[in-house]
């Protein structure tokens, strides 16, 4: 097993988890944000924070999607851009462990 193998196994463990901490800071501050200046009413924000924090991927990825104040462009950026990635690393993982 070679040393890329190995840096590619471990990348593709991790990359999951830092993904979704990722987008849970995010949806977390921007529900957070939003209630403190009231453009989201206190009811809406504890359920999209309970979603968010108990639908492990699909809550805080919906919410970026679909809730979030941020620009359309920006949050469809952040979670294509994680699910891209990860698809990356894993097809990248895939390949070398069948060549090798």
Do not use: K, N
């Not at 593709?12 to 501050?29: E, N, R």
């Not at 941020?70 to 851009?81: E, K």
């Not at 990860?86 to 990248?92: G, N, R």
């Amino acid at each position: 097993m070679g040393a890329l193998q190995v840096f590619l196994g471990l990348y593709a463990t991790v990359l999951p988890f830092a993904i979704l901490a990722a987008w849970l800071a995010l949806s977390l501050w921007d529900i957070a944000r939003r209630t403190s200046d009231e453009s989201l009413a206190r009811g809406a924000a504890v359920g999209w924070t309970l979603g968010v924090l108990f639908v492990p991927v699909v809550g805080p990825a919906g919410y970026l999607v679909g809730g979030s104040s941020l620009p359309r462009w920006l949050s469809a950026t952040f979670v294509g851009g994680g699910i891209v990635a990860f698809l990356v690393v894993t097809a990248l993982t895939g390949g070398f462990s069948a060549a090798g």
